[in-house]
């Protein structure tokens, strides 16, 4: 993770606090970890070989790699994420911030340029160790780059978390985590199986970014505002990101788009998961359960597609399953399977929200093509 003199966030500052909020974590001792560790490797390859008789989906970049982190060591791989995310946006916001800052209340004072970049990375630093302690498992698809190429492509668990969850409802450990395993090395198939679909995602992304007004003021009242709800208890994140909280109106046209896509392979990734642990896991539903009133109490906790908008509500995951149910029950997996046929057969959010649109109109392309 990199700083700069300029940019819109301190990105030290943020790790530094995201480290120190996500420090308050379970002590493991090494033992367990290791255990742990060992068994992510192994499980995560028998997800991937159980995802790939599922959907048929195969992976253009080798196999997958587990990587077992703490909550601060996930939280700096999420800074380093969301920096990449918001480079396009440096330059917009670096002359934004030579201008004269927000206010600071009645007194009318302006905010200096450095001063707003670590009131930035402060908030972005609480709401990432906040988070830090909601997730379980990570396959980050933004963090895909030509630089440190080992530390790319990963398939993230974060080792105290699960561990405490396995402690507090006493599940069975090799089950639980191959469950994880089976849901986020679903998403990594979905972006390395579909040759077009991580350079469309990303695309989408990069022009909801471009797309943002560089006001730096914005910017931080967004992070405060973010910070407050999850003092909460609540994600503040779930309707539409940190890029919500800064879209124009007709930004948040486009972030429905996104959100219908993040919704289909949300509801993908949960379908795909329940299908390949069926003879597998047999206490599978018991984490289902368990995992649902979990996301219900505290939200989700898949930070980066958060804070960029494209992780869609709790309910629009289960509209993505349902989407697939229907689309299912009227033409089998062959006519669901279409959606990777390319971007024009990805389901808008209005056709996740009713099927039938979406059925009608991949009949006419399927004719068309």
Known sequence: MSDHTTGPISWDLAGRVAARVAGRQPVIPRGRTTVLEEDFVELTAEAEALVERETGLRSGSGPARA??????????ANISSVER????????LDQALAKPGPSLGPL????????????????LGLLLGWM???????????????????????????GPNVIELEDRFGFQPRQFRLWIALHEVTHRLQFTGVPWLRPYFLS??????????????????????AVAEARHGRNPLDEAGLLGLLASPSQRQALDRVAGLMSLLEGHGDIVMNR????????????????????HQRGAARVVTSLVGLEAKLRQYEMGERFIQAVEARGGRELFDMVWQGPEWLPGLDEIKDPDRWVQRAGGLGRTA
Do not use: C
Request: aromatic residues 4%.
């Open 85 to 92: 995310l918001l480079r396009p946006l440096s330059d917009k």
């Open 67 to 76: 990587r077992v982190t703490d909550r601060p060591g996930w939280a700096r």
């Open 276 to 295: 390949a642990a069926a003879e597998r896991i047999p206490q599978a539903e018991r984490f289902a359960r368990a995992l649902s009133e979990r996301r």
């Open 132 to 158: 830090s302690a909601r997730v379980l498992g990570q396959y980050d698809q933004l963090l895909i780059e030509d630089e440190n190429p080992e530390d790319q492509d990963l398939v993230y668990y974060v």
């Open 204 to 225: 989408l992304v990069g022009s909801l970014v471009e797309g943002v007004d560089p006001d730096p003021h914005r910017l931080v009242e967004a992070l405060r505002t």
């Open 108 to 123: 009318q004072v302006k905010m200096p340029v450095q001063l707003t970049r670590n009131v930035a990375g402060v908030q």
